[in-house]
């Protein structure tokens, strides 16, 4: 099999080829069809493992019990146990490369690692013929998500990324209001959310700091080496595990790279988005270890169909946009939300779902017409897809192209890039993954690994 460098370059005919199952989005087949309400299927019911288990991966196989759950692997096998404990008659494992080559009635994987795992753990479970569900934001890097849009489209598997809310009704309502055309073509969108801090001394993981000097010893339950895997090598700290990854530049992606693969989708669909042509970022100091406490990240998108050019603006660390004046005084909106801004009116998140502001509009236009497919729920979408059906409405054809414009903001972020970010907006080629006017950013669309680890596809 050819090996991807760099140097070699996707057509547009092929990139853009990929995404088009997209459009099936929100097309599903009856779980009925499938076996799944009950009566026996023609595949009866998958074999899973569970890579990355400790955390959000033992969330994501409790919504999979309608299967078999055959093997569980994890580095840390103290953090694991009580995954362990719950599925008893399940082979347990270290690695998943070993996983894969030696245990072989594993239909699907599903993948919960830190992000910089993401890439290797998919790929070895596609080119092997499994299924796969991972978890946001698909990869660390822009190109490793090109990597997975391709691998799934050469080795044919079931896919689905872990952003739950692409199958919500709030997803769907949003996207039936811009049909509706509630509030006229949009040419600004804001998101924000409080990641990584929920408070003044509350923090989900810590960002905006340095390297521990400390080199405590490595618990005798954790695989060190594994947990770093492709990453460059580094001496334990329990800074980095469990969770707390998230914010180092080495294996997270930030509070971006955790919520905006979640808050971008709905958008996406409903305003047609696919990749931006630029991109800008500002932030509070940032360093080579870890993300900035606080950011803004400019996206432009270009026309397409009959919509106009857009500027999407994502804000983290609590940061937002300006109150909308059509918000009523005293009404609160969230630290996690997204505005649509339209040329004849404004659509804001508030409690999970969106509604029309000022209230007086909301009221007199109503609820869209509900004109598209509702979903079976974002896991059984895999199941089903896995047995035959549609593709999951998160397919990694879907996926990739999202993931891979998210994790762009990152790039923009970087501390070796940032006086010149003061000059420029970044000019980006979404064909030949190529930022053109700043060569120095383009070493951060991949990164090298350590020996043994490789996504040949």
């Known amino acids: ?4 460098t760099k140097n070699n370059e996707i057509s547009r005919r092929q990139f853009l080829n990929s995404t088009a199952v997209a459009a099936a989005a929100f097309s599903f087949v009856s779980s009925k069809v499938l076996g799944l309400d009950g009566s026996n299927s023609a595949n009866d019911r998958l074999n899973i493992a569970g890579i990355g288990i400790g955390g959000q991966g033992s ?38 490369r ?12 599903v ?18 013929g499994k299924h ?16 997975l849009t391709l691998a799934a489209q050469k080795y044919k598997v079931a896919t689905q990324m872990g952003n739950q809310g692409q199958a919500s009704e709030a997803t769907r309502k949003l996207c039936e209001y811009i049909l509706a055309d509630a509030i006229g ?10 990641r990584p801090a929920r408070g003044l001394f509350d923090v989900y993981w810590p960002q905006g700091i340095a390297r521990p000097k400390e080199t405590p010893p490595v618990p005798k339950e954790l695989d060190w080496d594994l947990w770093l895997g492709p990453a460059p090598e580094r001496p334990y700290n329990p800074i980095y595990h469990p969770f707390r990854w998230r914010g180092w530049w080495d294996f997270g992606t930030g509070a971006l790279g955790d919520i905006g693969c979640h808050a971008f989708d709905p958008v996406f669909r409903a305003l047609k988005l696919g990749s931006p042509i630029a991109v800008e970022a500002s932030s509070t100091l940032v360093n080579e270890e870890t993300y900035p406490l606080g950011s803004m990240v400019t996206y432009y998108f270009p026309a397409r169909q009959n919509m106009p050019e857009l500027k999407l603006v994502w804000y983290d660390g609590g940061l937002r946009p300006p109150r909308p004046q059509e918000l009523e005084p005293g009404r609160v909106w969230g630290d996690n939300g997204k505005l649509l801004v339209g040329d004849k009116g404004k659509i804001i998140e508030g409690s ?3 509604v029309l502001i ?25 199941i089903l897809a896995c047995k035959g059906g549609q593709p999951a409405g998160s397919n990694f054809a879907w996926a990739g192209p999202l993931a891979e414009t998210v994790l762009l903001g990152n790039i923009a972020l970087r501390s070796q890039i940032r006086e010149e970010m003061t000059r420029l907006r970044l000019e980006w080629d979404p064909v030949n993954l190529k930022i053109k006017n700043l060569d120095e950013a383009n070493k951060f669309i991949r990164r090298n690994y350590r020996p043994s680890w490789d996504l040949t596809i």
């Open 358 to 382: 000022p209230e007086s509009k909301n009221k007199e236009f109503g609820e869209p017409p509900k004109v598209l497919p509702r979903s079976p729920g974002h896991y059984k979408e895999w």
């Open 132 to 147: 796969v569900y991972c978890e946001k934001p698909l990869t660390h890097s822009v190109w490793e998500a090109r990597q």
């Open 1 to 4: 099999m050819k090996k991807l």
């Open 352 to 354: 999970g779902s969106f």
């Open 59 to 96: 969330h994501d196989l409790a919504q999979m019990e309608s299967e078999n759950i055959v093997a569980l692997c994890d580095v840390d096998w103290s953090y694991a146990g009580r995954i362990f404990n719950q599925y008893p008659n399940a082979k347990k494992w270290k690695d998943y």
């Open 111 to 128: 993948i919960a690692t830190p992000d910089h795992h993401h890439a290797f753990a998919a790929l070895e479970a596609m080119k092997r």
């Open 185 to 194: 073509p949009v040419r600004e969108v804001h998101i924000w959310t409080d």
């Open 98 to 109: 070993k996983m894969l080559d030696e245990q072989k009635d594993i239909d699907a994987v």
